[in-house]
């Protein structure tokens, strides 16, 4: 997928208001689900599924583009049950808003773009691996073992605390 923030809404669910024929990439809702899609701008677009009850004719889409109730650049048929087409589907056929795999596709990566700029941002020099964990106002990013160091070192140095069970 892509490295995106799509939109969500929680039970979002209307019907289409005209007929989407099969290979169209627009058509009209009864209701909006609260935000538009901005073709620029991929952190807009949202998922929709069409007939989602009916397994022989559901489909997945992208709204690419969108104002209100009009769905102007739509990307059909994605997960290619229809050879990208997409079937036709008549006036009052069910939308609904759902979580799907493509969802988490984009979130994934997201994080993984996010990941590799945080990686790329840490140079090995800033990695203390030496035991040597000694202020909390280091520079120096810690290493776990470093880390364990240094509380192994502040547990050493303070009192302990005795348990005592007097059994009689």
């Known amino acids: 997928m892509a490295n995106r ?10 019907t289409t208001a005209s007929l989407l024929p099969a290979g169209n990439t627009n058509v009209t809702l009864s209701s909006s689900p609260g935000f538009n ?6 952190n807009t677009w949202f998922y929709l599924v069409i007939d989602p009850d009916n397994s022989g004719s559901r489909e997945v889409i992208v709204v690419k583009e969108s104002s209100g109730t009009t769905l102007s650049i739509i990307e059909r048929d994605l997960e290619t ?3 990208g087409i997409g079937p036709d589907h008549q006036a009052g056929t069910t939308v609904r808003l759902a979580v799907l795999k493509q969802h988490f596709e984009d979130m994934n990566d997201r994080v993984d773009a996010v990941s590799t700029v945080a990686n790329a941002a ?4 800033d990695i203390q691996d030496d ?3 000694a202020s909390a106002t280091a ?3 810690a290493s776990s073992e470093s880390i364990k160091a240094y509380v192994d070192t502040q547990v050493a140095t303070k009192a302990g605390i005795g348990l005592i069970i007097a059994l009689g």
């Open 139 to 141: 520079t120096d990013v």
């Open 81 to 83: 049950s229809y050879s």
């Open 122 to 125: 840490i140079a090995v020099a």
């Open 37 to 42: 899609a901005v073709f620029a701008n991929e």
């Open 5 to 14: 923030e799509t939109k969500i809404a929680n039970f979002f669910e209307t």
């Open 131 to 133: 035991d040597t964990f």
